[in-house]
Structure formats: structure tokens, C-alpha cells
């Protein structure tokens, strides 16, 4: 598999941190996990059971990166605001890994569901992905 939906994430990251665009995170996070879906896509193995820590992985990057923008603004902080948001963030991540774990013990519970059940999962993914976006374009995080 060719490395450029990752290097062109990394890039658009970059971007977007260095010229202050939230909107291109949310690119930068959809093109990491259409790396990851590609990568799902093209291996048709059995269900991997590190989509939930991926999840988690895409949402961490989202909102750190939303951060580090917001960070930029000479806004000052609460005492203690910064460790609640990092308190936050963690247990978010922890509650996806959760929920993610969950939702692929459910669908293993299911069995061969056939291709409605996939097309299930991949509308949920790609709704996932839009949540996502549409939250990094509207600048706002924790």
C-alpha cells in the first residue's frame, strides 16, 4: 500500500497548524482514516479489533490539533482549565476505545451479517468521519 493518504494527512496537518486553518484538520483527520479504510478495504481480513483504538487515535488528533489553534490566541486561561481539558480528553479517548470495543463485540456477536451489515458499518464510519469534520471546520474542541 502507497504511504501518500498518509503523507498528505501529515502535510495538510502541518498546514493547517502553521497557517492557522481548522478546516484543514478536519482534512487532514479524513484523510488518516481513508488511509485506514483503504488499508481495511484492500487486507479483507477478519475484523480488526484496532478500529476502536484508531478511533481513538483520529478523535485525539482532531482535538489536539484544534488545540494547538486555539492555543495561538492571547486568551487567558482559568487556573486548572488546562488539566481539565486534558482530564476531559483522556476519559473521551477512554469512552471511544470503550464504545468502539463494544460496537465490534457486537457486530462479531452478529456473525455474518452479509454486505447490509457492512454497509451498516461504513455509513457509520463515513457519518463518524462527517462529525468529525463538520466540528474541526467549526473550530470548536473542548
Do not use: I, N, Q
Amino acid at each position: 500500500m502507497s504511504p501518500v493518504l498518509g503523507v498528505a494527512a501529515v502535510a495538510a496537518l502541518a498546514l493547517a497548524l502553521l497557517a492557522r486553518l481548522a478546516s484543514l484538520v478536519a482534512v487532514a483527520v479524513a484523510l488518516l482514516g481513508a488511509e485506514y479504510a483503504l488499508l481495511l478495504a484492500l487486507d479483507g481480513g477478519p475484523l480488526d479489533t484496532r478500529a476502536a483504538f484508531v478511533a481513538a487515535a483520529l478523535y485525539g488528533v482532531a482535538e489536539l490539533a484544534a488545540w494547538a489553534l486555539d492555543l495561538r490566541e492571547a486568551v487567558a486561561d482559568e487556573p486548572g482549565m488546562v488539566l481539565r481539558r486534558v482530564a476531559l480528553l483522556a476519559a473521551l479517548g477512554v469512552a471511544t476505545v470503550v464504545l468502539g470495543l463494544g460496537l465490534l463485540a457486537l457486530v462479531e456477536a452478529a456473525g455474518e451479517g452479509g454486505r447490509t451489515l457492512e454497509a451498516v458499518g461504513v455509513v457509520a464510519a463515513v457519518g463518524a468521519l462527517a462529525l468529525l469534520a463538520l466540528a474541526a471546520r467549526s473550530g470548536r474542541s473542548l
